[in-house]
C-alpha cells in the first residue's frame, strides 16, 4: 500500500477557470507543471496533474489538467494534498521532512525525557518543534544552539527558559 505525505492545502477557489488557491507545506517547488500530486477528498486519494501554477501572495494559484472549471474543483476546498513516498526527494545532510520529524521523542543532553514532537510551526524567524509534554507545550526553535542531535529520538541542549509553556 502507498505511503503518502502531505504537501499542502487547497485553501479556496480562484476565478471561473478552475484555480485553487493552494498553501504549500514544502520547501520545493512541489507545484510545478506536469508534476502529479494528490487530493485527499471524501477518504480517497484522487490523482491529479498540475499544468499550471503561479505566485499568489504567500501561497499558489494551481490548476489542474481536466479540472479547468470552477464546478469541477469547488468540491475540493478545504481538501489537503499529498505526495507518494516515491515523490519525496533526497535531502542534504542535516535536513529532514517534516513528516520524519512528527512523533519523534525528545531529551535533554542528560536523556531526560522532555516529550514528543507534535507538530512543526514554521514561523519568520525559524521553524520550531511543538512539543507536548505532561499536558502541556512547548515551542523548541529548530536551530543548532538547540538541536544537538536528530536520529532514531531528538536531543536538545536543555537551556533555561526553554521548556517554559507556551
Do not use: W
Not at 10 to 33: M, W
Not at 87 to 111: A, C, F, M, T
Amino acid at each position: 500500500m502507498a505511503k503518502y505525505y502531505r504537501c499542502g492545502k487547497i485553501l479556496t477557489t480562484h476565478g471561473l477557470k478552475g484555480d485553487l488557491k493552494i498553501q504549500s507545506f514544502s520547501d520545493f517547488d512541489r507545484f510545478e507543471p506536469n508534476r502529479k500530486v494528490y487530493i485527499f477528498h471524501q477518504e480517497q486519494y484522487v490523482e491529479v496533474t498540475i499544468v499550471r501554477s503561479v505566485p499568489f501572495g504567500k501561497n499558489l494559484l494551481v490548476r489542474f489538467q481536466g479540472m479547468e472549471d470552477i464546478n469541477l474543483v469547488e468540491k475540493y476546498h478545504g481538501d489537503e494534498l499529498y505526495i507518494e513516498e516515491s515523490q519525496r526527494e533526497d535531502l542534504p545532510e542535516n535536513e529532514y521532512y517534516y513528516s520524519d520529524l512528527i512523533g519523534k521523542k525528545v531529551y535533554n543532553e542528560h536523556r531526560e525525557f522532555r516529550g514528543v514532537v507534535s507538530e512543526i510551526r514554521s514561523l519568520p524567524a525559524c521553524d520550531y518543534l511543538y512539543v507536548s509534554y505532561q499536558g502541556k507545550n512547548y515551542y523548541i526553535p529548530f536551530l543548532d544552539e538547540f538541536i544537538t542531535e536528530v536520529s532514531e529520538d531528538i536531543e536538545i541542549c536543555e537551556l533555561e527558559g526553554l521548556m517554559n509553556e507556551n
